[in-house]
């Protein structure tokens, strides 16, 4: 049975990079999919952040293009997210997902993990 | 960017009574890749519909999706305790995937 977890700090320092890792058990993310990164706050609501093809291709929202780096690490069976420069408005509950793409729905979702951006 | 435009806010109803939801997109959806999900608090989202109209596995057969182009509609035909959660729409065909803002649908 599929899973995904999300793991990294819980708390990032303004004009840092939040660094968050999804390890994917039950499958290796090397065979298929997209996998992707959604965030969710009380001001913006649910956001896509953007999306990498199992073949590594990746796609990025345009308003966060400039500060995300997505990759994956099929030795571990992991993808990871990086945001550079983060503020305050970067505070949110942070998913993985798998199949977050222009042709598929997210049908499997982590846990969540949270992550607050202050001094 | 497709706006996605959720109606009610909030949707007061009864165990066993019918409930529908509202998502206008302000353009049209491409594909109609409209997904829609249930989040309960302290939870993930999960997929119920996905392409409009297609329910995820597992879906009980009373959640149902319905609509093309920039309105769609999801029902849920009675309602049970499990089923009062926010429920969200996506678009995914037109990067970036967008979401509304949600339907609370809580006890009356």
């Known amino acids: 049975q599929m899973q995904l977890q999300e793991s990294g700090p819980g708390l990032v320092k303004p004009s840092e990079t939040l660094s968050l890792t999804c390890t994917v058990s039950?499958?290796?993310?090397?065979?298929?999919?997209?996998w992707g990164w959604i965030r969710q706050s009380p001001g913006k609501g649910l956001e896509w952040i953007g999306s990498i093809h199992h073949r590594g291709n990746t796609y990025y929202n345009p308003s966060l293009q400039s500060r995300v780096t997505m990759s994956l690490d099929t030795s571990k069976n992991q993808f990871s997210l990086n945001l550079a420069s983060v503020t305050a408005a970067d505070t949110a509950v942070y998913y993985c997902?798998?199949?977050?793409?222009?042709?598929?729905?997210?049908?499997?979702w982590g846990q969540g993990t949270r992550v607050t951006v202050s001094s | 960017e497709i706006v996605l435009t959720q109606s009610p806010g909030t949707l007061s109803l009864s165990p066993g009574e019918r409930a529908t939801l509202s998502c206008r997109a302000s353009?049209?959806?491409?594909?109609?890749?409209l997904a829609w999900f249930q989040q309960k608090p302290g939870q993930s989202p999960r997929l119920l519909i996905y392409a409009a109209s297609n329910r995820d596995g597992g879906v009980p057969d009373r959640f149902s999706g319905s609509g093309s182009g920039t309105d769609f509609t999801l029902t849920i035909s009675r309602l049970e305790p499990e089923d009062f959660a926010v429920y969200y729409c996506?678009?995914?065909?037109?990067?970036?995937?967008?979401f509304g803002q949600g339907t609370k649908v809580e006890i009356k």
């Open positions: 039950g499958f290796s993310i090397s065979s298929a999919y997209y």
């Open positions: 997902a798998r199949g977050v793409s222009s042709i598929s729905a997210a049908g499997l």
């Open positions: 996506q678009q995914y065909g037109s990067p970036p995937g967008t």
């Open positions: 353009q049209s959806v491409s594909s109609n890749y």
